[in-house]
Structures are given as C-alpha cells and as structure tokens.
C-alpha cells in the first residue's frame, strides 16, 4: 500500500516542521524577506498564519485535516506577488524539504501542488 503525500511528508508533525524551517528561509530570503521580517514582531499573527498553513498542506496532501481557511485567491489578493517571488518562495521550500531529508518523489509531489495553485497566488 503506498503512503499519502502526508504521511510521507511526516504526517502533521513532520510538515510543522517544514513550514518553520521553510518560513526561516522566507526571513533570510533577500528576495522575498521583506514580506516576512514584519511577521516576527507580531508572533501571534505569524503563529495564525503558520497554522493555516500547516492544515492546508495537511488536509491537501491526504492528511485528515480539515482547512478551515481563506482560498488561495482571497488570501493573497492584494499583495501583488510577482512570477519571481513566486520562484523563490518554491526555492525556500524546497531548501526546508531538503533540510528535512524529503524523498525525490514526495518532493515532485510537493512542486505538483505549489505549481497547481501559482495562478491563484501571482499578480493578485
């Protein structure tokens, strides 16, 4: 029996990590920090923002999570995020994935889903 993408990615514990791992590399990012750094004088916010992701990864990649957040479009309409920051954000996840010794497959898998919701994010 094959796992699901949650499972392989650590189950919800295991995709947390991810996410903070991948969010430090958001606030060391040049391209993309500016976004980020003013989330680390407002931890709650950071922490919301965290969660939301988590369950959104979870619950899209077969976890048992139930997103309870905004769309994709909602989320990010109105912070104009452009083709290259886009890329750098894939970047900065990628390099978590890596960090957290993720499978070749589980990452296509992962790039597959970031790819599908790109037109949701740029240029709103």
């Given at each position: 029996?094959?796992k ?5 990615l650590?189950?919800r514990?295991?995709i ?14 040049p391209?993309v920090n500016?976004r980020?750094?003013?989330?680390k004088?407002?931890?709650e916010?950071?922490?919301?923002i965290?969660?939301?992701t ?6 899209g990649?077969?976890g048992?999570?139930?997103y ?7 989320a990010?309409?109105g912070?104009?995020?452009s083709h290259a920051?886009?890329m ?9 994935l ?7 497959e ?8 970031l ?9 709103k």
């Amino acid at each position: 029996m094959n796992k699901t993408l949650f499972e392989r990615l650590g189950g919800r514990s295991g995709i947390s990590i991810i996410v903070d791992d991948t969010v430090e590399n958001h606030m060391n990012n040049p391209a993309v920090n500016a976004r980020f750094l003013p989330l680390k004088e407002k931890q709650e916010q950071l922490t919301i923002i965290k969660n939301h992701t988590i369950d959104f990864f979870s619950a899209g990649s077969g976890g048992p999570n139930n997103y309870k957040g905004k769309d994709m479009v909602t989320a990010h309409t109105g912070m104009n995020i452009s083709h290259a920051e886009y890329m750098h954000v894939i970047d900065d996840i990628f390099m978590a994935l890596d960090k957290n010794n993720i499978d070749e497959e589980s990452k296509k898998d992962v790039l597959s889903i970031l790819w599908s919701l790109k037109d949701m994010m740029i240029g709103k």
